[in-house]
């Protein structure tokens, strides 16, 4: 006796849906790391460009609130939404985050435009990164070791930090003056003035920024064509074998 045709649609709906296999985006997001993106050379230039911007903004007049929390804010944005991108669970997501990241980098460029018309920043015809002998290859080798460094010793002081001289005691055993700066170990940043930065330095950090993001972004949109195909194919090898066997 034939079963009821509702309750056959049902099994065989069941059936189907037990058999599906998985899209393949949320495969792709597994990461083995939570700081895989001190990889990317465009996460370590928007380093670079974030230092750069507070730098600058650090010399404009008080009256200039306005720009330097703007520009301050965009260049955060650049490298802050690569970082969320990285960890969001589908390649789609991340594309999405660092559309995200290039719109502020565009954010960026304008102001760097404006402030050079304004005054705020001079212009030197041939400027650039190797005027202030930074190699971006370098720099990015010295950006990651400080994300990733660990304590040179059993007090837990960590070598890319400069402490204050002289200590107090507190409650015996001495107690560390706080560390009052950041180091890279990289001089031609541990060292940078506002005085140094030029219009041509920001706008080649900027277009070779938007240049890696570009490349990151269509290496992506390039899997993520590769993760569609390959699910149509498990589609369709599955339909055919819920087919074979009724």
Not at 24 to 33: D, F, G, K, M, Y
Not at 73 to 95: C, H, K, L, Q, W
Request: charged content about 25%; some cysteine.
């Amino acid at each position: 006796m034939d079963p009821n045709p509702i309750v056959q649609e049902l099994i065989d709906k069941t059936f189907r849906e037990m058999n599906e296999p998985k899209k393949p985006l949320e495969r792709s997001r597994i990461a083995t790391t939570t700081n895989g993106y001190i990889h990317l050379i465009a996460w370590s230039n928007a380093q670079l460009l974030r230092i750069f911007v507070r730098c600058f903004t650090s010399s404009l007049p008080k009256s200039e609130y306005r720009l330097k929390t703007q520009l301050d804010d965009a260049a955060r944005s650049t490298i802050a939404n690569i970082e969320e991108g990285f960890r969001r669970p589908t390649t789609m997501e991340y594309v999405t985050f660092l559309g995200y990241s290039q719109a502020s980098l565009t954010e960026v460029k304008g102001d760097i435009q404006r402030s050079l018309q304004d005054g705020f920043l001079t212009s030197k015809p041939n400027f650039s990164l190797t005027s202030l002998n930074i190699n971006l290859t370098d720099w990015h080798e010295k950006v990651k070791q400080s994300v990733i460094s660990k304590p040179i010793d059993d007090k837990g002081f960590y070598r890319n930090l400069e402490e204050s001289k002289g200590s107090k005691q507190i409650n015996n055993p001495p107690f560390q003056i706080p560390l009052k700066s950041f180091k890279f170990l990289y001089p031609p940043i541990d060292n940078l003035t506002a005085n140094q930065l030029t219009y041509e330095i920001f706008i080649e950090l900027i277009n070779k920024t938007d240049w890696h993001l570009r490349r990151l972004v269509v290496s992506l949109e390039d899997k993520l064509n590769r993760d569609q195909k390959f699910y149509k194919v498990e589609k369709a090898r599955i339909r055919s074998a819920v087919q074979w066997r009724r």
